[in-house]
């Protein structure tokens, strides 16, 4: 597998890179598989801080042919997505837009919401592995650099939790800024990565979310490019909403001032360390007393404890809610996943779980589901 080196800031384009923390040998694919675990691959998650806006980021990157292979579901399951979907749709639809250009649909579900609440928008999708998109949408199956006379040929442009995929986010908005027409919109929704680190979160940073996505830096570079923030919106959180508008063609090369985050370093380094003393806690009391036990999420949540020596012998397997990953083996593990509703009935049964702005919801579901059930949290 080659790698990518990232030698500049992918935010300010600074040489000055300074390694800051590494996860070793953690799986590259977040989701699970049917292929045999001998074909499981891992690398190094080698964090850097970028000495000039102190923007946390991956050093060493996934080719995305293999990064994105599998499609896991994200942004499928429970209460907090459906309603980030839906709230987005509406936070479009106050503007009533007769037409969209949406990047990386992925499930198409935004669009399935904004088609049934207004069915004459003009609603074209830029998406790579499309699934399940209604039809009458136009899809271009690619990459929304390699159509960009699309985003020039409308005048609303969408993308939801597309921006912290990118390694290049910069080049990727310069690109879209300068392809979108003056007075178009851009509307984009991105997660909350601040709060998914002091949630403990390691969906927050990985080898798909490879930097730190913070609003402030990237409202920086949005009025850099000529995209001036006409109405936010925070979704609880978990997500920003902006709505940006072009009102002028900038000349190139203008420069960048970023606000520096390099505060952003601690909490991310005392997550990992809390999680490290979790696993060894949570170590602990397996072997103390032996009860059926499970992890839940077959995703980077369960992958992080794993990684960090959670005993895997002493767990029956791993909880999910997407069908898709039902009966299907968790990357760089050899756990089957399963329904939740595995535990119902059980008198005794225990369920790690550590997952961030999903924990009430998930353990609401399982006390729902068996009473009895105990939650290592």
């Known amino acids: 597998m080659n790698v990518t080196?990232?030698?500049?800031?992918c935010i300010c384009n600074s040489e000055k890179l300074i390694n800051e923390i590494t996860i070793s040998n953690f799986p590259i694919l977040m989701?699970?598989?049917?292929?045999?675990?001998?074909?499981?691959?891992?690398?190094?998650?080698?964090?850097?801080?970028?000495?000039?806006?102190?923007c946390l980021q991956l050093s060493k990157l996934i080719p995305l042919e293999i990064?994105?292979?599998?499609?896991?579901?994200?942004?499928?399951?429970?209460?907090?997505?459906?309603?980030?979907?839906?709230?987005?749709?509406?936070?479009?639809?106050?503007?009533?837009?007769?037409?969209?250009?949406?990047?990386?649909?992925?499930?198409?579900?935004?669009?399935?919401?904004?088609?049934?609440?207004?069915?004459?928008?003009?609603?074209?999708?830029?998406?790579?592995?499309?699934?399940?998109i209604p039809e009458q949408v136009k899809v271009i199956v690619g990459y929304a650099e390699d159509h960009l006379k699309e985003i020039s040929d409308h005048s609303n442009i969408v993308h939801s939790h597309v921006l912290e995929h990118l390694y290049n986010p910069t080049n990727f908005l310069s690109k879209i800024a300068e392809s979108m027409a003056v007075n178009s919109i851009m509307y984009i929704s991105f997660p909350n990565?601040?709060?998914?680190?002091?949630?403990?979160?390691t969906n927050s940073l990985n080898f798909e979310h490879s930097y730190f996505l913070h609003q402030d830096q990237i409202a920086s570079v949005l009025k850099s490019l000529g995209l001036n923030i006409l109405r936010q919106k925070k979704y609880i959180e978990h997500s920003y909403f902006l709505k940006v508008g072009k009102i002028k063609n900038l000349p190139l090369n203008e420069k960048i001032e970023i606000l520096n985050i390099s505060h952003s370093i601690k909490?991310?380094?005392?997550?990992?360390?809390?999680?490290?003393?979790?696993?060894e806690s949570t170590n602990h009391?397996?072997?103390?007393?032996?009860?059926?036990?499970?992890?839940?999420?077959?995703?980077?949540?369960?992958?992080?404890?794993?990684?960090?020596?959670?005993e895997i012998g002493l767990i029956e397997g791993i909880l999910d809610n997407a069908k898709a990953k039902q009966g299907q083996r968790l990357?760089?593990?050899?756990?089957?996943?399963?329904?939740?509703?595995?535990?119902?009935?059980k008198n005794a049964v225990r369920v790690i779980l550590k997952a961030s702005h999903y924990q009430e919801e998930i353990r609401n579901q399982l006390l729902g589901l068996n009473p009895l059930v105990e939650i290592i949290e």
Not at 5 to 9: A, H, V
Not at 193 to 201: K, S, Y
């Open 67 to 132: 990064l994105y292979s599998v499609q896991h579901s994200a942004g499928t399951e429970g209460q907090i997505w459906h309603n980030h979907h839906q709230q987005f749709a509406e936070f479009i639809l106050e503007d009533s837009p007769s037409d969209i250009c949406e990047i990386g649909a992925a499930h198409g579900e935004l669009s399935r919401i904004i088609l049934n609440r207004k069915p004459n928008t003009e609603y074209s999708i830029i998406e790579p592995s499309p699934i399940d």
């Open 31 to 54: 989701g699970t598989t049917s292929a045999s675990a001998a074909d499981d691959l891992y690398y190094d998650q080698s964090w850097v801080v970028c000495q000039s806006c102190g």
């Open 331 to 345: 990357y760089g593990t050899n756990l089957t996943v399963s329904n939740p509703s595995i535990i119902q009935g």
């Open 5 to 9: 080196e990232r030698n500049r800031c």
């Open 267 to 279: 909490p991310f380094r005392e997550m990992w360390n809390e999680l490290n003393s979790f696993v």
């Open 285 to 310: 009391g397996l072997r103390s007393k032996k009860v059926p036990t499970y992890v839940f999420g077959a995703h980077v949540f369960s992958q992080s404890l794993i990684s960090l020596g959670l």
């Open 193 to 201: 990565i601040e709060r998914l680190i002091a949630t403990r979160g």
